[in-house]
């Protein structure tokens, strides 16, 4: 099985922040690789695709990379309305999400 | 515009069967690339997937759970089902369903989800 990680598991910053979080794979997964925002007591939404392709009707603050083991996740400038727990899935081999990364606002 | 919703029963015993129904709108199950998945997530905790159902009627389930796993399709209907047997308590959690394209790499978009809990 491929297991994900996600580094760190809560981060607070302030609006206007940049604010970079990430995700490493057990094993080399290419691009396989997913982002998912989950704001409170709502269902997941897809912001990233193949680690850096930006999904539709997202804005542009959020962005991915990485290739292989290691992705990060990118909040370039953070708006109040991004509160909510991250979540990296990868697809390279079954399906496995990570553990997440819950952001607030400092 | 695509829209999923999950029913089903919000209490199950241990020991017993659980089913539940994914309605969608906004897309089609005969399509190229399409599915639909299930994934659940436990209060407080992280997302798990569970099945996937292709518009060829391939099928893939978790590893873990497989044995107690089964997806089915309606396209007349609209409706993907997944029934898992043998609950526990361990299973109480918020289902998802969600649309899949493009061969299923990715969930979008999601369902509200339904909470179901195990206990006698």
Known sequence: ?106 | QITLKESGPTLVKPTQTLTLTCTFSGFSLNSDGVGVAWIRQPPGKALEWLALIFWDDDTRYSPSLKSRLTITKDTSKNQVVLTMTNMDPLDTATYYCAHSDYGGNWFDPWGQGTLVSVSS
Do not use: E
Not at chain 1, 40 to 54: E, F, R, T
Not at chain 1, 74 to 96: E, H, K, P, R, V
């Open chain 1, 1 to 106: 099985d491929i297991q994900l990680t996600q580094s760190p598991s809560s981060l607070s910053a302030s609006v206007g922040d940049r604010v970079t979080f990430t995700c490493q794979a057990s094993q080399d997964i290419t691009n396989y690789l997913n982002w998912y925002q989950q704001k409170p007591g709502k269902a997941p939404k897809l912001l990233i695709y193949d680690a850096s392709s930006l999904a539709t009707g997202v804005p542009s603050r959020f962005s991915g990379s990485g290739s292989g083991t290691d992705f990060t996740f990118t909040i370039s400038s953070l708006q109040a309305d991004d509160i909510g727990t991250y979540y990296c899935q990868q697809y390279d081999t079954s399906f496995t999400f990570g553990p997440g990364t819950k952001v607030d606002i400092k």
